[in-house]
């Protein structure tokens, strides 16, 4: 299984304001996602970040508001932009491994507090 | 769309109960089914299925999937304070990019 590695771990920030996410992987795999788990919800997927290109989006997720880069195979940043309290949730990176795999392994989650 | 559904939401038992969480799906192209435990944040991985009536064990754990049915469950024995958590369900299909299609999770609570 790959580690994977996020940070920060938890912050609370204001309102308007930006925070960047950051994923790095231990191995090189296939492919990286974002995923957010709002309270009480389950995981809704953000994007798939994709290497030196522009990630793609979920239906609902735009690139202004969650800018997704990943310079290479085994890094990843998640940037939440201009915040509101509705934006607080948690925010997972994961990664799969492998052509056609889809176990999905998972950092350990950034809990993100807007106020 | 795709579609996950867990029951029950939540479950409240004592130790050394057993316990059956249940997952139903419907997936174009239906690929594989996957449980996972949520302690705090990340989800960690439990089981993989593919296969009609294979059943896959861990310990306590253990799972089995009915693709004709359309339903997988995850059954966990002689219960532990250490399994509360939400354990939730994901299904994966061969059609486009999008890794996995998650439930909404079953909240397990083992008390002592």
């Known amino acids: 299984s790959a580690v994977i590695s996020q940070k920060p771990s938890r912050d609370i920030c204001q309102r308007g304001t930006s925070l960047t996410i950051q994923c790095q992987v231990d191995?090189?795999?296939?492919?990286m996602f974002w995923y957010r788990q709002q309270p009480g919800q389950s995981l809704t997927l953000i994007a798939t970040?994709?290497?030196?290109?522009?990630?793609?989006?979920e239906s609902g997720f735009v690139i202004d508001k969650f800018p997704i880069s990943r310079p290479n195979l085994t890094f990843s940043t998640l940037t939440v932009s201009n915040m509101s309290p509705e934006d607080s949730s948690i925010y997972l990176c994961?990664?799969?491994?492998?052509?056609?795999?889809?176990?999905?392994?998972f950092g350990s989650g950034t809990q993100l507090s807007v106020l | 769309e795709d579609k996950v559904v867990q029951s029950p939401l939540s479950l409240v038992v004592h130790e050394g109960d057993t316990v059956t969480l249940n997952c139903s799906y419907e997936?174009?192209?239906?690929?594989?089914l996957l449980w996972y435990k949520q302690e705090k944040k990340a989800p960690t991985f439990l089981f993989m299925l593919?296969?009609?009536?294979i059943e896959k064990k861990s310990g306590r754990l253990s799972s089995i999937l009915d693709k004709k049915e359309l339903f997988s469950i995850l059954n966990i024995t002689a219960t532990q304070t250490g399994d509360s958590a939400i354990y939730l369900c994901?299904?994966?299909?061969?059609?486009?990019?999008?890794?996995?299609?998650f439930g909404k999770g079953t909240r397990l609570s083992v008390i002592a």
């Open positions: 994961s990664a799969s491994r492998g052509q056609g795999t889809k176990e999905l392994f």
């Open positions: 593919t296969s009609s009536g």
């Open positions: 994901a299904v994966a299909s061969n059609s486009g990019n999008t890794p996995l299609v």
């Open positions: 191995s090189q795999v296939t492919m």
């Open positions: 997936v174009t192209n239906f690929r594989s």
């Open positions: 970040a994709n290497q030196g290109s522009e990630a793609t989006y």
